[in-house]
């Protein structure tokens, strides 16, 4: 009976184009998608100061990420393919703002609410972890609450 009844919920998932949830769709990270502000940054290998990131939005939308600044000005965009064969996980970026088609390659890591990214910009080298070099840019962001939003 208990046979019969597993092979009737199997059947039913199958019929609605369902899966039951696996160890590794378990493993898989968090959905990237959402507003996020700037907790800190670096850039060069320096810091960036707190002043310049407050009041910093990004957001993350499918292939697409789009910053923009205090005054809801955008300085940045891009589209974006996230390889997740690799530890940290490896980004591929190309603009869309300032200047369209410039493309970076990076490292990405996101945990519950925090997202880690760093990339190198044109000419510099793709960053191996979370710091940076000179021509590499490095973001720590934290996904905004709905009372934030």
């Known amino acids: 009976m208990k046979l019969t009844i597993c092979a009737a919920f199997a059947a039913c998932f199958a019929c609605l184009g369902l899966t ?16 996020y502000t700037i907790v800190s940054g ?23 990420v789009v910053g923009t600044d205090k005054d809801k ?3 940045f965009g891009c589209t ?6 690799t530890t940290p996980y490896s980004v591929a970026m190309i603009s869309t703002a300032p200047v369209k088609g410039d493309k970076a390659m990076g490292i990405i890591e996101w945990k519950g609410d ?21 021509k590499q840019h490095y973001f720590v962001m934290k996904r905004l609450t709905k009372s934030e939003k």
């Open 20 to 35: 039951p949830v696996t160890a590794e769709d378990k493993a898989q990270p968090p959905q990237l998608d959402g507003l």
């Open 73 to 75: 000005k955008e300085f």
């Open 114 to 134: 925090t997202v880690k990214l760093a990339y190198a910009l044109p000419g510099g080298e793709t960053p191996k972890e979370f710091k940076t070099k000179a």
């Open 42 to 64: 670096e850039k060069d290998g320096n810091a960036i100061p707190a002043d310049k990131l407050k009041g910093s939005i990004i957001r993350f939308d499918g292939d697409k």
């Open 80 to 85: 974006f393919t996230i390889d997740k064969t």
